[in-house]
């Protein structure tokens, strides 16, 4: 099988997964004539085409099928599960973020009183996120402490956009 995704192509594929029901209609030729593969492609909207190889007499690669598939695509997404303050000085925050553009780790800003002060990456183990949104790895979590001036402060995360997209998200504030 070769296939191709928005005219380019994308990789070669044996169909040599069993498929039972395939070898009981098609007697002779025995059941491993299944595929099921996965080829990367691009954020957004693309067209993916299956070709099956001719093999020995015959005279065309058949086009077995078309389809447009929606990669999910935009904005960096996520949240802020907790900002405590830790000891004098200093602030914990908590939380997760992915950008549905690429399974790496979303950088991260954090701002205390509105003053940038911490570029840090999304990249801690959460498997509780990687199980909500599939596809993405468990890497996506954040745990980070930052020095602070005493007393109350208003601590607010960005998650940094990565490939398309149109801002980066303000993933929440906390007070301590
Ligand atoms: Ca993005």
Request: aromatic share 8%; hydrophobic share 35%; charged share 15%.
């Amino acid at each position: 099988m070769h296939v191709y995704v928005d005219g380019r192509f994308a990789g070669e594929r044996l169909a040599s997964r069993p498929r039972g029901d395939v070898g009981a209609v098609h007697r002779g030729y025995g059941p491993d004539h299944g595929f099921d593969t996965t080829v990367d492609v691009p954020a957004g909207r693309s067209t993916v085409c299956v070709y099956a190889i001719n093999a020995g007499p015959g005279t065309a690669n058949p086009l077995l099928r078309c389809t447009v598939v929606q990669s999910p695509t935009g904005n960096p997404f996520g949240s802020i599960d907790a900002v405590t303050s830790t000891g004098p000085g200093q602030v914990r925050v908590q939380g997760w973020a992915i950008d549905p553009d690429t399974v790496a780790p979303v950088r991260m800003h954090v701002y205390v009183d509105g003053v940038f002060t911490a570029d840090v990456e999304a990249s801690t183990w959460r498997p509780d996120v990687g199980a909500a949104f599939a596809g993405y790895g468990n890497n996506h979590g954040f745990d980070t402490t930052v020095a602070v001036a005493p007393g109350g402060r208003l601590v607010c995360v960005f998650a940094l956009n990565a490939g398309p997209g149109t801002a980066n998200t303000l993933l929440g504030c906390g007070q301590t």
